[in-house]
């Protein structure tokens, strides 16, 4: 049985290890960028970066930081009773750990006016969906304000076509990539509408680095991208480069007609998602 | 290694944009509603609540300090936001910025005119930053939380000069 506990609980673990420890496929990414830079201040940004996730790991502390404001996306499988207080559940696991961690609280409330601090950096934000079955997935999403204040959704004329898309994601990765901590992650959602192209940008920052669309199409165009974005020359930290990007993810849905809407979520190299399935 | 010391008293105009330095000293760590309080203050003609002449604003906000540690996580943020604050503390004596990204024009004019620099360390190292700060108080607008103003000192901390005193600009590539 899933209890208001076992959210909290799992929130709590996985806040704790997304701050902390620097993704598999992104380290990994930093080590190979590093063969291939030739520039002093790109190799100078990529050791630093290599070295950052090893010390927060071994002090057990957060490798940036802007903690951000948590994300949590839920997979909640249809045979499995709902809890009473959810959003609750989400900040009390929140507030843990980002006390725990000794983590940033960077959220403010009143924002136009006095713009006070939460003091536990809550609340979560909850995307909620319900699919079939009898497990809860639980996704979690940690993101800085740097590269979110950079990312961008665009409604363009239905009639742009791939050239429009390509288009917005590279102006956007010239005039914001050097500010946002390259090498970034750019997910481009495509479609829907206005809401939720931006949380489907978001959930595409799950994929790891080097998997593909599985339309054929999608998936050269996201390596077509991912090529121009890395002849811009912006390179790591924005100090000249190759490694701009450490990938680029497209996904579609469908949408009105008359719309083509494109939510470019920049992501910063520090990208902070993890997830659990609870039973 | 170059290696710069604050408060500056060395001849920061020959440093150049792209060279790789090593800042040793005390930096005032603040970020945006700081520099509006500032700012603010300075239009009113009114005392501040520290000095600028000389000193080095690194725009940042750590994260909370462990039990027996120095400070937390510490890092850059984006510089840009700070534009339109800039000029009027420039004018006030400061000579190093330290940020991540790029300026607007009017920094750069007045980087030119006061002869100061602005620098950038790697964004998102907050870990590797923070072994090099040795010092940390809070000495300003402590209601504002991580975005108070804290003076640290720092040792060899890295960062690379981004505009230099003659306006030249890592950022703007050829």
Redesign the interface.
């Known amino acids: 049985m899933i209890t208001k506990e076992t959210i909290t609980q799992a929130v709590k673990e996985l806040c704790l290890q997304a701050n902390i420890n620097v993704r598999k496929d992104v380290t990994a990414f930093l080590k190979q960028a590093k063969e291939i830079e030739t520039q002093?201040?790109a190799c100078?940004?990529l050791d630093?970066?290599i070295?950052?996730?090893e010390?927060?790991a071994d002090?057990q502390?957060?490798?940036?930081?802007?903690?951000g404001y948590v994300t949590v996306f839920f997979e909640w499988g249809a045979k499995v009773a709902l809890i009473d207080d959810l959003q609750k559940a989400v900040d009390e696991g929140v507030k843990l750990a980002y006390k725990e961690g000794?983590?940033?609280?960077?959220i403010v409330s009143d924002p136009l006016f006095k713009?006070e601090?939460t003091?536990d950096n809550t609340p979560g934000l909850i995307n909620f969906e319900i699919v079939s079955g009898s497990e809860v997935k639980v996704s979690i999403l940690i993101k800085?304000?740097?590269s979110d204040?950079a990312s961008n959704l665009v409604m363009l004329n239905p009639t742009v076509g791939t050239k429009g898309v390509e288009e917005a994601v590279l102006e956007l990765v010239k005039q914001k990539g050097?500010?946002?901590?390259p090498p970034l992650l750019i997910a481009v959602a495509v479609g829907g509408s206005f809401d939720k192209a931006g949380q489907a940008s978001k959930k595409l920052l799950f994929r790891k680095i080097g998997e593909r669309n599985d339309n054929p199409k999608i998936a050269q165009m996201e390596l077509d991208l991912l090529d121009k974005i890395n002849k811009l020359?912006i390179g790591p930290?924005?100090?000249?480069g190759r490694a701009t990007a450490m990938d680029v993810f497209i996904n579609q849905k469908p949408c009105h007609m008359a719309t083509m809407p494109v939510a470019i979520n920049i992501c910063?190299?520090?990208v902070r998602t993890a997830e659990a399935v609870l039973r | 290694m170059i290696s710069i010391k604050v408060p500056v008293s060395s001849d920061i105009c020959e440093l150049k944009s792209g060279q790789q330095v090593e800042i040793s000293g005390d930096l005032l760590v603040f970020r945006d509603q700081a520099h509006k309080r500032l700012v603010c203050e300075l239009a009113l003609n009114n005392k501040l609540p520290f000095d600028l002449e000389n000193q080095a604003i690194f725009y940042a906000a750590p994260t909370e300090t462990k039990p027996g540690g120095i400070i937390g996580s510490i890092g850059p943020t984006t510089s840009t936001r700070m534009d339109d604050f800039t000029k009027p503390l420039l004018e006030k004596g400061i000579k190093l910025l330290i940020g991540k990204g790029p300026r607007r024009k009017q920094v750069k004019d007045s980087l030119i005119k006061n002869k100061a620099i602005y620098l950038v360390t790697v964004g998102g190292a907050a870990a590797f930053l923070s072994k090099h700060i040795k010092k940390v108080k809070i000495i300003a607008y402590q209601d504002l939380g991580p975005e108070a103003v804290y003076l640290i000192k720092v040792e060899k901390f890295p960062a690379i000069v981004a505009i230099d005193c003659n306006g030249k600009d890592i950022f703007e590539r050829s």
């Open positions: 002093d201040n100078f940004a630093v970066l070295k950052n996730a010390i927060a002090e502390k957060p490798f940036c930081q802007d903690t000794y983590f940033r609280q960077s713009r601090n003091g800085g304000a740097g204040n050097a500010r946002s901590c020359g930290g924005g100090l000249g910063c190299h520090a």
